[in-house]
C-alpha cells in the first residue's frame, strides 16, 4: 500500500512539475512580472477588464496649451532634439503628439502593463511601432520601437538613464503618472524623476485635487488627490529643483462633466485639475 501511495504521489508531482515548466515556457516574462509585482498588479487587472476611466481620446488640453512653454524653459538643449518622457502612459495620445513634434528627437513611454503598450501599437500604425516586445541591448526592460518613440514595459520605479543609453530626459510629460501613485510611494517616485531629467530640463505636471466632499472622498484614489501644497512639498526644497510654477486650474467638473456623475457617487463635490512646469537647475549635480 506505501509503496503505491508513493508512486501516486511522485507522479502527481512530476506532473505538476511538467505543467509549470510547460507554463514557464509559454508565459511571457512580462506577463509574469505584472502578476508578481503588487503594485502593477492593479493596473493589470484594470486594463483586462478595459476599466480604464483615465484615458482620454484626444490629446490632452494642458499638453497642447503649455506645450511651448515648457520646450522655452528647457535650457542647455536649443528648444530642439528633445528627449521626452512619458511615464505610466497607458496608451495615450499624447505619446503620439509628442513623437510628431517638430522639437522632439525621441519619446519614452513607460508602463507595467503590456496590454496597454501593445494597444498603443497597434492603434497608432503611422509611428511604425514593432508588434512584439523585444529584450534591450543595453537595460532589462522589454521593449517596443517605432519611429521617435520606445515604449519600455516594466516598473517606473525601477526606472535608470541606462535604460535609454545612458541618456537623461530633457521634457516629462505627467498627467496621469503621479496622482496614479499612492501616496507613501511618492517620494521613491520623485526619485525616480531625479535620476531621469537632465539639468536645465523641466516636468510638465498636471494632478487631480480631491478638493471638496466628504473626508473619505477626498483621501480616496487612484486617481489620488494632490494639491498644490503637495507638490510643493515634495519637489521643493529640493537641491536640483529650480522653480515650481502653477500654470492653471480647472474645475473637472466643467471641462469634463462626463465624469462628474463618478465623483459625485464618490461623495466629492468639488474636483479641480492643476497644471504646474517644474524647473530642474542647469547647475544641479545631483541630476547627473
Not at 177 to 204: C, D, H, N, Q, W
Not at 222 to 242: C, D, L
Request: charged share 25%.
Amino acid at each position: 500500500m506505501n509503496s503505491v501511495f508513493t508512486c501516486t504521489a511522485a507522479a502527481t508531482f512530476l506532473a505538476l512539475a511538467f505543467a509549470c515548466f510547460v507554463a514557464s515556457l509559454s508565459t511571457p516574462d512580462f506577463v509574469k512580472v505584472e502578476g508578481l509585482n503588487p503594485r502593477l498588479t492593479f493596473w493589470a487587472d484594470r486594463w483586462s477588464s478595459q476599466t480604464i476611466g483615465w484615458h482620454k481620446e484626444s490629446v490632452h488640453p494642458m499638453l497642447l496649451k503649455y506645450f511651448d512653454v515648457a520646450v522655452d524653459s528647457i535650457t542647455g538643449s536649443n528648444g530642439k532634439n528633445l528627449k521626452v518622457l512619458v511615464p505610466l502612459c497607458g496608451k495615450t495620445l499624447d505619446m503620439k503628439f509628442l513623437a510628431e513634434a517638430s522639437v522632439t528627437s525621441h519619446v519614452y513611454g513607460v508602463d507595467g502593463v503590456s496590454q496597454a503598450l501593445e494597444t498603443f501599437s497597434m492603434e497608432n500604425p503611422t509611428l511604425e511601432i514593432s508588434s512584439e516586445f523585444a529584450a534591450s541591448d543595453f537595460g532589462t526592460y522589454d521593449r517596443m520601437e517605432g519611429d521617435g518613440i520606445s515604449l519600455l514595459h516594466g516598473d517606473f520605479f525601477a526606472l535608470e538613464p541606462s535604460e535609454i543609453g545612458n541618456e537623461r530626459i530633457d521634457f516629462v510629460w505627467d498627467r496621469a503618472s503621479m496622482v496614479a501613485v499612492r501616496p507613501e510611494f511618492r517620494e521613491e517616485y520623485v526619485e525616480t524623476m531625479r535620476r531621469m531629467v537632465k539639468p536645465g530640463g523641466v516636468i510638465l505636471l498636471v494632478t487631480l485635487e480631491r478638493r471638496e466632499g466628504t473626508e473619505d472622498a477626498k483621501v480616496r484614489g487612484p486617481p489620488f488627490s494632490i494639491s498644490e501644497e503637495t507638490v510643493r512639498s515634495f519637489y521643493g526644497g529640493r537641491s536640483w529643483v529650480e522653480s515650481i510654477v502653477k500654470l492653471d486650474e480647472v474645475n473637472d467638473f466643467i471641462v469634463n462633466p462626463g465624469s462628474k456623475q463618478r465623483w459625485l457617487s464618490q461623495g466629492l463635490t468639488g474636483m479641480y485639475e492643476l497644471c504646474f512646469i517644474i524647473k530642474i537647475k542647469e547647475d544641479s549635480h545631483e541630476s547627473v
